[in-house]
């Protein structure tokens, strides 16, 4: 039985307290946070584990096997680099750190410390989205031409990181999962309302090996919850609503073709004409299982079994660097950044 320490019990950390809690293979036997408001609520719901207000007592707890980190963005690398020197394996939330930097960091103590460390990237253990993998992969599409990624909603409202940062690192991993592919450069535009030098809305282009474009509008500022995804294929075409629980995913039967002209003399120029094909839309089905209990069920496994981490540090640093070039080239008024992954 793994012995797991939670530090974060805000908004999304009871979420990964109860998958660890009643997963058959992990229990959670402490909770950390430095709210005690917070520390009350949830010591309500898990009445069986100890809470405390200091990580410290997680480090200096020999029985704790893993750690695992849902605290604010900016607090994520101390926390995970004291961990892994305290011998723990660890799964912190999304984006892994503040910067490129502390994330090769904590890749190499992790190699170092012979621990696993793993991020909590959770849309690339989401079913549909393993759908959409597949009909990319088989060549279902075709080849892929773009993809446009909608993330939007009123709040929550960060201090210590833009939109961009909380929620577009969810679909920089999803596309770079989809396309095998991390992003060659990105330009960017933003804008700051609510707090001074913090965008509350991001509107990012990434460009991808082989000519794809990964479009992305992020945005806490917004009176729409969306979660709506468009991949456009040279053949088909799909929508991925992760909103739509029931029909998360919608196939088009629709393509432009080039027909040439039977007309015996025409020229060169006009002898071809692009055509809309307009085919069947289809609902796949897909059994949804829960994503967040997906990824900590595998980060189990990757205790347990020896297994690698899906979203691993490297992953997890490669979305910070394209972060790093959105965040660069909003400050440069748009301009296109080399987002320098290896
Ligand atoms: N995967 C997802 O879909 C998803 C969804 C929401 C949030 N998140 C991520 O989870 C993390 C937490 O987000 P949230 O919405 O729960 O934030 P939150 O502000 O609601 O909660 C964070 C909690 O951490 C506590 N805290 C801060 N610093 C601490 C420290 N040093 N030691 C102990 N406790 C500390 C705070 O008191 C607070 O209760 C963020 O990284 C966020 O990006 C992921």
């Not at 917004?222 to 992760?242: H, Q, S, Y």
Request: charged content about 25%.
């Amino acid at each position: 039985m793994i012995r797991v320490a939670v530090i974060g019990a805000g908004h999304w950390g009871p979420n990964l307290i109860t998958n660890f809690h009643t997963s058959g293979r992990s229990r959670v036997a402490r909770v950390v946070d430095r709210d005690k408001a917070r520390l009350e609520a949830a010591a309500q719901r898990f009445p069986d584990v100890a809470f405390g207000t200091d990580a410290g007592e997680v480090f200096d707890d020999t029985e704790i096997d893993a750690v695992v980190v849902a605290t604010p963005t900016s607090t994520h690398f101390e926390l995970a680099r004291r961990a892994l020197e305290a011998g723990k394996h660890v799964l912190v939330e999304k984006p892994l750190a503040d910067s490129a930097e502390q994330c090769e960091a904590l890749c190499e103590l992790a190699e170092k410390v012979n621990r696993v460390l793993m991020v909590g990237h959770v849309f690339v253990y989401n079913d549909a989205a393993e759908r959409v993998k597949e009909y990319i992969r088989s060549g279902d599409l075709g080849r892929v031409y773009y993809i446009s990624m909608l993330r939007t909603n009123l709040g929550p409202i960060r201090v210590d990181v833009d939109a961009a940062w909380d929620l577009a690192a969810h679909d920089i991993s999803l596309a770079s999962h989809w396309l095998d592919a991390w992003p060659i450069s990105a330009s960017a535009t933003g804008g700051s309302w609510i707090n001074e030098g913090i965008a509350d809305a991001v509107f990012a282009t990434l460009r991808f090996p082989g000519e794809i474009l990964v479009n992305l509008h992020a945005s806490w500022l917004n009176p729409r919850k969306a979660r709506e995804i468009t991949v456009v294929g040279e053949a088909k075409m799909l929508t991925f609503d992760d909103v739509n629980l029931s029909e998360p995913l919608r196939i088009y039967d629709k393509q432009v073709t080039e027909q040439r002209s039977q007309a015996a003399f025409v020229d060169d120029f006009s002898a071809f004409r692009m055509i809309v094909r307009e085919g069947d839309i289809r609902v796949p089905h897909v059994s949804m299982s829960q994503p967040l209990k997906n990824e900590c069920e595998h980060f189990l496994d990757c205790l347990l079994n020896g297994e690698k981490p899906r979203s691993g540090g490297a992953e997890g640093l490669a979305v910070v660097k394209t972060l790093e070039a959105i965040s660069a080239s909003r400050e440069a008024g748009g301009s296109l950044v080399e987002v320098g992954i290896k």
